[in-house]
Nanobody, 112 residues
Framework: VQLVESGGGLVQPGGSLRLSCAAS????????VSWYRQAPGKGRELVAA????????YYPVSVKGRFTMSRDNAKNTVYLQMNSLKPEDTAVYYC??????WGQGTQVTVSS
């Protein structure tokens, strides 16, 4: 039972990235899933969360209007589309469900 994040990289301010979170060993459908990030020297911050039914998604003010979370049940994967990226979005991004440990995350660096 694990989640594997991918899709990070280096992008210029104003750019976009799409992160993926692929589940193995269990079905994401029917589970609430969250995306977190952790910048150097800072605590872990929630950036998006989808309800178990998939009918409600929460975004904090810091990313609302720029980040979009979605789920593809057929691929057992959730995504985080990140647009209008800012240098302060630089962090390691993680996905998490109640039954999984923290993974390696994927590094997102926003810099010119």
């Amino acid at each position: 039972v694990q989640l594997v994040e991918s899709g990070g990289g280096l992008v210029q301010p104003g750019g976009s990235l799409r992160l993926s979170c692929a589940a193995s060993g269990f079905t994401l459908s029917g589970n609430a899933v969250s995306w977190y990030r952790q910048a150097p020297g800072k605590g872990r911050e929630l950036v998006a969360a989808i309800s178990s039914a998939g009918d409600s998604i929460y975004y904090p003010v810091s990313v609302k209007g720029r980040f979009t979370m979605s789920r593809d049940n057929a691929k057992n994967t959730v995504y985080l589309q990140m647009n209008s990226l800012k240098p302060e979005d630089t962090a390691v991004y993680y996905c998490k469900t109640w039954n999984t440990a923290w993974g390696q995350g994927t590094q997102v660096t926003v810099s010119s």
